[in-house]
């Protein structure tokens, strides 16, 4: 008897480590710390015209380039429960790269969204198969995003109609 409630109990730790790993691949749960120059320079605190400045200003930097590093291979995944890694296709680095590093891409429109909502994570890897950048993103209805690290380019978080149409084509949806 005391052989079964171990066994149980050793089942409900594991299923429940696999859950909590899960979660913590398809979501964020670590702190997103924006350094102080980069706050200062898109800073909330001012009116939405200013902010707005500060973005077009640097949406060509190569400073804020989405993902900000050398990117060798991109996956897209599913956004599902415990399969997510399983369910992977390659995309074309110069085409998502092109399209997520164009600001008419994307509209100024605020995002009322969470992670957990997207149907799609792109994942963006180096040489050394390091990831050193996400992107999040639903496209029925939604045309929301959220990306780290953070991009003026994408200004708000909400893809434009012709990003979407690009996006869909690209990504074949």
């Given at each position: 008897?005391?052989?079964?409630i171990i066994?149980?109990?050793?089942?409900?730790?594991?299923?429940?480590?696999?859950?909590?790993?899960?979660k913590a691949?398809?979501?964020?749960?670590?702190?997103?710390?924006?350094?102080?120059?980069?706050?200062?320079k898109?800073?909330?605190?001012k009116t939405d015209?200013?902010?707005?400045?500060?973005?077009?200003i640097n949406?060509?930097?190569?400073?804020?380039?989405f993902?900000?590093?050398?990117?060798k291979?991109?996956?897209?995944?599913k956004n599902?429960?415990?399969?997510?890694r399983?369910?992977?296709?390659?995309?074309?680095?110069?085409?998502?790269?092109?399209?997520?590093?164009?600001p008419?891409?994307?509209?100024?429109?605020?995002?009322?969204w969470?992670?957990s909502?997207?149907?799609?994570i792109?994942?963006f890897?180096?040489?050394?198969d390091?990831e050193?950048?996400?992107?999040?993103?639903?496209?029925?209805n939604?045309f929301?995003?959220?990306s780290?690290?953070?991009?003026?380019?994408?200004?708000?978080?909400?893809?434009?109609?012709?990003?979407i149409?690009?996006?869909?084509?690209i990504?074949?949806?």
């Open positions: 008897m005391i052989k079964k066994v149980g109990i050793l089942i409900a730790i594991g299923i429940s480590f696999l859950i909590q790993l899960d691949d398809r979501s964020i749960i670590y702190s997103r710390h924006t350094d102080k120059e980069e706050f200062e898109f800073s909330f605190f015209e200013e902010v707005k400045e500060a973005y077009a949406f060509d930097n190569p400073e804020y380039l993902p900000r590093a050398i990117v291979t991109i996956k897209i995944y599902s429960f415990l399969i997510s399983l369910n992977s296709r390659s995309l074309d680095v110069n085409e998502i790269l092109g399209l997520i590093n164009d008419n891409n994307f509209s100024w429109d605020e995002t009322i969470t992670i909502d997207s149907e799609y792109i994942r890897f180096d040489a050394q390091t050193v950048g996400v992107f999040w993103f639903c496209v029925d939604c929301m995003t959220e780290i690290p953070f991009s003026p380019s994408m200004k708000f978080g909400a893809f434009s109609k012709k990003g149409e690009r996006f869909k084509k990504t074949k949806f």
